[in-house]
């Protein structure tokens, strides 16, 4: 734990002096480890090396300042420490696939996962309460769901209920959760509590029918104590997908449900779409 808020005490500030000049030495100065110590453990606690996480931390700014201001790109390329207009392009097309210029035009944020600020909460979660995590690649052939849309938080009680509607027209179906915009999750966006269905297949009409079309999907089975999806989502998109091509042209994700319990942790599968740099290049 204290290494914990050690490397919080360092995101904190790294987040102060993001506009600053700022070195890897001058974080482990800051809170008293060795370069070599600090780089290890930062790395290993959060997942990106600090060098990483500082370069992230500002282009995710910078693009929200793309469409929030009038600045201009060589400005804030400045402001965020990047010393010249190509240097800042070249790092932006890298983590983001697309020109600065174009997200300024645009103006949509839509398509970029953007690095939020890591929480010692989030920092905790993703360290002592997510146990482990297995991922494969698979092909999928197109899948149509049918089920009931709630913005609610999920709990085993609200997924409980739902199912508990859908067995009253499909028996024993094979449940799943659609995710809607996965890539910045949080609890109360629309989610679908559905079962998967033959194509094709006539939707009742108290209920929502939704195909997807084929694709590639990376399989997660993760291992918790207790799940915080929007912790679960930030880490998948953020840290674990940073360098993977995600399908930002099919905003979801889908959760198998179909739990497995141990003696001290549950698991989910969830699916997430691939190919985005591959059909997307920009």
Do not use: W
Not at 68 to 85: G, L, M, R
Request: net charge positive; proline share 4%; no cysteine.
């Amino acid at each position: 734990m204290k290494k914990i808020e050690d490397i919080y005490k360092a995101v904190e500030y790294i987040e102060n002096n993001l506009k600053n000049d700022l070195s890897v030495e001058k974080i482990a100065n800051h809170i008293g480890y060795s370069l070599y110590y600090f780089s290890r453990i930062f790395s290993k606690t959060t997942g990106h090396s600090p060098y990483d996480y500082i370069m992230r931390r500002r282009l995710s700014i910078a693009a929200k300042k793309l469409i929030n201001n009038e600045q201009k790109i060589i400005d804030i390329a400045f402001e965020y420490q990047f010393n010249s207009h190509e240097t800042f392009t070249r790092a932006f097309t890298k983590m983001f696939n697309y020109l600065p210029s174009h997200i300024k035009t645009k103006k949509d944020l839509d398509k970029l996962v953007l690095k939020q600020a890591i929480t010692q909460e989030y920092l905790d979660y993703i360290n002592n309460i997510m146990v482990n995590i297995k991922t494969e690649i698979i092909n999928e052939k197109a899948l149509y769901f049918v089920g009931l849309v709630t913005n609610k938080k999920i709990t085993n009680k609200l997924q409980n209920q739902i199912i508990n509607k859908l067995k009253t027209v499909k028996e024993n179906p094979e449940n799943f959760i659609i995710y809607f915009n996965p890539i910045n999750y949080r609890h109360m966006q629309p989610k679908l509590i559905a079962y998967k269905a033959p194509l094709p297949e006539d939707t009742p009409s108290i209920f929502l029918g939704k195909k997807i079309p084929a694709y590639k999907y990376i399989k997660f089975i993760i291992s918790a104590n207790y799940f915080n999806m929007e912790f679960i989502f930030q880490y998948l998109y953020q840290t674990r997908l940073k360098f993977t091509p995600i399908t930002i042209d099919a905003p979801y994700a889908i959760e198998q449900v179909n739990i497995k319990t141990n003696k001290n942790n549950i698991s989910k599968i969830i699916y997430i779409p691939l190919d985005y740099y591959t059909k997307n290049q920009k």
